[in-house]
């Protein structure tokens, strides 16, 4: 009769999985990876962002606690704006130009 109780609601903890590959603002590729390396600055830490299509490459200092996510969302407005330095890495190295080879 009446009112109905309210139903308790359980609370079921999820672990959320934290995706680690995201799209390209460039290419629009979803082989956007995000890497971390240590800083020697305290609370902080270095975000290596790659792309394995197109090649794009940048890094981001970013606070110790960032996640991928984070970095990514980071990322993508500075990017937009035009306001992160990024680079092209193509899959082969570097090789030096060697110019007027002799033979
Ligand atoms: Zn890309």
Redo the contacts with the bound molecule.
């Keep these: 009769m009446g009112r109905r109780r309210k139903k308790y609601k359980k609370v079921i903890k999820k672990i959320r999985k934290v995706p680690k590959i995201f799209q ?6 979803r ?2 990876t995000i890497k971390f390396e240590k800083l020697n600055i305290q609370g902080y830490k270095k975000a290596v962002i790659t ?6 490459y940048a890094e981001m200092q970013v606070p110790e606690l960032y996640e991928p996510v984070d970095v990514y969302a980071k990322f993508v407005d500075l990017f937009e704006e035009g306001e992160i330095e990024v680079q092209f890495k193509k899959h082969e190295e570097e090789r030096g130009e060697v110019i007027g080879e002799s033979t």
């Excluded at 390209?24 to 590729?29: A, Y």
């Design positions: 390209c603002p460039n290419c629009g590729s082989t956007l792309c394995g299509t197109c090649g794009l």
